[in-house]
C-alpha cells in the first residue's frame, strides 16, 4: 500500500512536468505558424478600443482609458499588455507575440483536458483541429480581450473536470485547506476570477457550472459538502467583478459602460425575433461556419456506427461541458450588439473534443476522420464561404489590413493636406499613427458606414472633405449567397448593410476615383474631390508684400 501511494503521488508530478515542458513547443508552433502576420498593423477593436485603452494605462497609470470610449470592460488585458511594452517597448511585434504566448497557453489547457479524459493521441488531434480552426487561428494573434479570457477559463475547466478524489471528511484527515480538491477549487476560483476580469461576459461559464451544482445539492447528488465547496468557488469571480464595476462607476458615473455601449449590448437586444435569429445564427457560428460542418457532419454519421469501445467520457464530466456550450450558445444569442464569433472562443475546443471522444468511440480510423476537418479547416482559412462574415473569421482580415495600408500611403502621399471622408475603422487609422498605418494624422470626416443613405448625407456637405477613404466593411459574396434570406432582419437587428461600389459613389459626390484595388472579396478606394481644395485655396489670402520681392 505504501508504494502505491507514493506512486500517485509521483505520477501527477511527472505529468505535469511533462505538460509544462510541452508548453515550449506550442508557443514555437503558434508563433512560427503565424509568422507572416505578426507585423500587421492593429485591426477593427484592437485600433478602436483594447490598444488605445492599453496605452493609456501604459502612459498614466489609468485603468479608465481616455484617449476612446469607455465601455466598462475589465482592465486585465490592458494591464498585461502595458506590462509586455514596459519590457520591450510599445511595438506591434511584441503585442502579437505576446498574444502567441497567451494562445499557446490555451492550446495547452485544451490538451490537458483533452489528454485527461481520451489520452494522449485525442488530445494532439482535438489541439491541432483547435490550433488551425481559422477563428481561433486569427484570434491568435490579435489584442483582444477574448484571447485572454478563453485562456484562463480553458485551464478552469482542466482544472474543475479534472478527476480527483472526494473531498475528505473525516476528522483524521488533513486539514481542508491542505486537500487535494479544496486546493484545485481554489485554484479554479482564481482562474474564473481572472477570466472575467479578462473579459465580463466569461462569468457566464462559471455562473452555468454553479447552477448546475445548486442542482446537485438539492437532489443530494454527490457530497453536501463538495457541491458547497465548488458552489463557493465557481461563483467567487464575481467579486472582482463586482468590484471593478464599482471603481468604473465612481470614476465614471456608469456602471456598465456608457449608456449608448450598454443599449446596443444588452437593453436593445431583448425581441424575441432578434433572440430567435441570434439563436441560428449562433447554432451556425457553432457547428457549421468556417467548415465545421464537416466535423459535425462527420460526427453525425459517426452515429450510424455501433459503438466498439464504452463511452469514453464519464457522465459526471459529459453533462458540465455539454451545459457550457449550450449555456453560452443561449447568451451570446442574447448579450452583444454584434455577432461576433471571438465571443464563443473557449467554447470551439469543447465541440472538438466531444467530436473526437465519438470518433474515438465509434471506429478505429478515427485519426483518419479527424484529418478531413483539418484539411477542410485550412481550406476555411484561405478560401471564404459563400455568405457574409466577418474579416477577422478567417485570413480575410490580412487582407483588409493590407487593402488599408495601400489606401492610407496613397492618401500619406498624395493627400497629405486633405480632410478624408471615411469611417470606422478607417477614421482610426488616419488619425492615431500607432495603429501602423500612418506617420502622422490626417484630418478626417467621419461617416457611420458606406451605405448608400450615408454617402447621401455626406452629399448634402461637400465642402467638409478633400478626399473619402472608402472599403469593405464586410465580406460579401458573388452570385452565390445562401444568406440573402436573412438579410432584411440583419440589417434591423446588426446593422447589417451594403457597402456602395467606389465608382457609383465617385458618381453622387461629383469626384475622381484615383486609387483603388481589390484582394478576393475585399475592396479599398480612394476619392477625389478637387472642388473645396480649390475653394479654400481661393479663400486663403495672399502674404503681404516683402520689400525685397515686389
Known amino acids: 500500500m505504501t508504494a502505491t501511494a507514493a506512486e500517485s503521488s509521483v505520477k501527477p508530478a511527472k505529468r505535469n512536468l511533462s505538460l ?114 481559422p ?36 476528522p483524521e484527515a488533513q486539514p481542508k485547506w491542505r486537500d487535494p480538491q479544496f486546493v484545485r477549487a481554489g485554484t479554479v476560483a482564481i482562474l474564473f476570477a481572472l477570466s472575467v476580469l479578462s473579459k465580463e461576459t466569461a462569468i457566464i461559464t462559471p455562473f452555468a457550472l454553479a447552477l448546475y451544482r445548486l442542482y446537485l445539492l438539492a437532489r443530494n447528488r454527490e457530497p453536501r459538502t463538495q457541491n458547497l465547496l465548488w458552489i463557493a468557488a465557481l461563483t467567487f469571480c464575481v467579486l472582482p467583478l463586482l468590484a471593478w464595476y464599482g471603481y468604473h462607476h465612481h470614476k465614471t458615473g456608469f456602471t456598465f459602460g456608457n449608456p449608448e455601449f450598454l443599449r446596443y449590448n444588452a437593453s436593445a437586444n ?63 444569442s442574447i448579450l452583444g450588439g454584434a455577432l461576433l464569433t ?59 489590413i493590407v487593402l488599408h495600408q495601400e489606401a492610407t500611403a496613397y492618401i500619406e502621399q498624395h493627400l497629405p493636406q486633405a480632410t478624408v471622408l471615411t469611417a470606422w475603422p478607417g477614421n482610426a487609422e488616419l488619425i492615431h499613427p500607432e495603429l501602423g498605418y500612418v506617420h502622422a494624422p490626417v484630418k478626417i470626416a467621419s461617416l457611420t458606414n458606406f451605405a448608400i443613405d450615408e454617402i447621401l448625407k455626406a452629399q448634402q456637405t461637400p465642402g467638409d472633405y478633400d478626399a473619402a477613404f472608402l472599403f469593405s466593411t464586410k465580406y460579401e459574396p458573388g452570385r452565390v449567397n445562401i444568406s440573402q434570406h436573412t438579410e432584411n432582419s440583419d440589417a434591423r437587428y446588426f446593422d447589417f448593410h451594403h457597402d456602395i461600389h467606389p465608382e457609383e459613389a465617385a458618381r453622387l459626390l461629383h469626384g475622381t476615383v484615383v486609387w483603388q484595388d481589390h484582394r478576393d472579396g475585399e475592396w479599398a478606394a480612394v476619392l477625389r474631390f478637387p472642388r473645396s ?18
Open 135 to 170: 477563428i481561433w487561428y486569427v484570434q491568435s494573434t490579435l489584442a483582444h480581450a477574448d484571447i485572454f479570457a478563453a485562456a484562463f477559463t480553458l485551464w478552469a475547466l482542466a482544472l474543475y473536470l479534472e478527476p480527483c478524489p472526494t473531498l475528505s471528511s473525516r
Open 533 to 550: 481644395y480649390e475653394a479654400r485655396l481661393r479663400a486663403t489670402p495672399l502674404p503681404p508684400l516683402s520689400p525685397r520681392n515686389p
Open 20 to 133: 509544462l515542458a510541452l508548453y515550449p513547443l506550442f508557443f514555437a508552433a503558434v508563433f512560427l505558424g503565424h509568422l507572416t502576420l505578426l507585423r500587421l498593423p492593429y485591426f477593427w477593436d484592437e485600433g478602436g478600443y483594447y490598444i488605445p485603452a492599453a496605452m493609456d494605462f501604459f502612459h498614466s497609470g489609468t485603468l479608465i482609458p481616455y484617449t476612446t470610449a469607455t465601455n466598462a470592460h475589465p482592465p486585465l488585458p490592458s494591464v498585461l499588455l502595458a506590462g509586455v511594452w514596459s519590457l520591450t517597448g510599445f511595438t506591434i511585434i511584441a503585442t502579437r507575440t505576446f498574444v502567441c504566448l497567451v494562445s499557446a497557453a490555451a492550446l495547452l489547457a485544451v490538451f490537458r483536458l483533452t489528454r485527461d479524459l481520451l489520452g494522449d493521441l485525442a488530445a494532439a488531434a482535438v489541439t491541432l483541429l483547435t490550433a488551425i480552426y
Open 270 to 332: 431583448l425581441d424575441l425575433h432578434r433572440i430567435v435569429l441570434s439563436l441560428y445564427h449562433r447554432g451556425l457560428h457553432l457547428f457549421g461556419h468556417m467548415n465545421m460542418w464537416v466535423a459535425t457532419l462527420l460526427t453525425a454519421a459517426c452515429f450510424i456506427l455501433p459503438r466498439r469501445i464504452t463511452r469514453t467520457i464519464p457522465t459526471a464530466t459529459l453533462i458540465p461541458i455539454v451545459i457550457t456550450i449550450l449555456v453560452n450558445w443561449i447568451a451570446f
Open 342 to 400: 471571438r465571443y464563443l472562443l473557449p467554447i470551439y475546443p469543447l465541440i472538438l473534443l466531444l467530436f473526437v471522444a465519438v470518433w474515438r468511440e465509434r471506429t478505429r480510423v478515427w485519426p483518419l476522420l479527424a484529418a478531413l476537418p483539418a484539411v477542410a479547416f485550412l481550406i476555411a482559412l484561405h478560401v471564404d464561404p459563400p455568405y457574409t462574415f466577418a474579416p477577422e473569421d478567417n485570413l480575410t482580415y490580412r487582407d483588409m
